[in-house]
């Protein structure tokens, strides 16, 4: 398994605090399922950073796109595989 850090950067305040409900359920999900590591906002308001667990980057990727925060426009996002250190 594969750590990937996805930045959630801020698109739309209004939608995102619409969707946040709808993103926090998605997160939830995905966490049942062992695919969250580590989730938060960034308390400067620029968005948030997931870090999924999963085989691929194409995973990782499918699982970014689905959060209802990019599906709804609210938020943008950025991948990178991140190697955890001890």
Known sequence: MKYFAVFLPMKDEEKSKTYRQDHLDYLAKKAEEGAVFAKGRFTDGAGG??????????????????????????????????????
Not at 54 to 77: I, T, W
């Open 49 to 86: 950073l997931i870090i999924y667990m999963a085989d691929s980057m194409e995973k990782a990727e499918e699982l970014a796109k689905n959060d209802p925060y990019v599906v709804q426009g609210a938020r943008g996002y950025e991948i990178h595989e991140w190697e955890m250190k001890q």
